[in-house]
C-alpha cells in the first residue's frame, strides 16, 4: 500500500517512531506476530496501558494477506537484460570512452 493509505489505516495508533517504522507489517501483505512486554509494577502503569492500548490496536487490524504470483521466466529474462546491459557498459569502460573503435567493436 501507498504510504498515504498506511497512513489512514493507522490512524487509530499514536503518531510515533515504532508505528512508522511497523506500519508496513501490520497493514501490508504479511502475518505479524507481536509481543507485548508489560510490567506489573505501579511504577510502570503509564506505560504498560500504553503497551496494551498499542497491542489492542494492533490485534484489532485485519489483513488479507494474498500470494505473491511472480513470473520467474518475465524475471529471469530481465535479470539478464540488465547484465548484459551491465557488461557492455563495463567493456566500454575498460576500453576507454575515448577509443572509437573500441567502442564500435564492443557494440557489434
Known amino acids: 500500500p501507498a504510504s498515504g493509505e498506511i497512513q489512514d489505516q493507522l490512524s487509530d495508533f499514536r503518531n510515533s517512531k515504532l508505528t512508522m517504522l511497523l506500519a508496513p507489517s501490520l497493514t ?3 502475518k505479524t506476530w507481536l509481543i507485548a512486554t508489560i510490567s506489573p509494577s505501579m511504577e510502570f502503569t503509564t ?11 494492533c490485534k484489532q487490524l485485519k489483513t488479507k494477506p494474498s500470494e505473491n504470483v511472480v513470473n520467474k521466466d518475465e524475471m529471469v529474462a530481465n535479470l539478464q537484460k540488465q547484465v ?23 557494440m557489434e
Open 28 to 30: 501490508g501483505n504479511s
Open 47 to 57: 506505560d504498560t496501558l500504553a503497551t496494551l492500548r498499542f497491542a489492542l490496536g
Open 84 to 106: 548484459d546491459q551491465l557488461t557492455k557498459q563495463l567493456r566500454l569502460e575498460r576500453a576507454g570512452a575515448g577509443d572509437p573503435a573500441a567502442m564500435e567493436a564492443i
